[in-house]
């Protein structure tokens, strides 16, 4: 189960990183870059770490494996 406070940085099909609250069904905020979208993250809700999807592929599997 998210927390609905918790804050996701993901990337989007279109390229780009949507940073997300647990449970919602909207972006709270869309940027061009990972980092950008971290950066976000941190000034949207100060004190906690966002969670952020792994986006590469490894040998061990898939992004966020």
């Known amino acids: 189960m998210a927390d609905d406070d918790q804050l996701f940085v993901e990337r989007r099909a279109e390229g780009d990183y949507a940073v997300r609250r647990g449970n919602s069904e909207r972006a709270s ?32 599997g898939k992004p966020d494996k």
């Open 29 to 60: 905020a869309v940027r061009p870059t990972q980092a950008e979208a971290i950066e976000r993250a941190r000034e949207l809700n100060p004190g906690k770490a966002p969670l952020v999807e792994r986006v590469r592929y490894t040998h061990s």
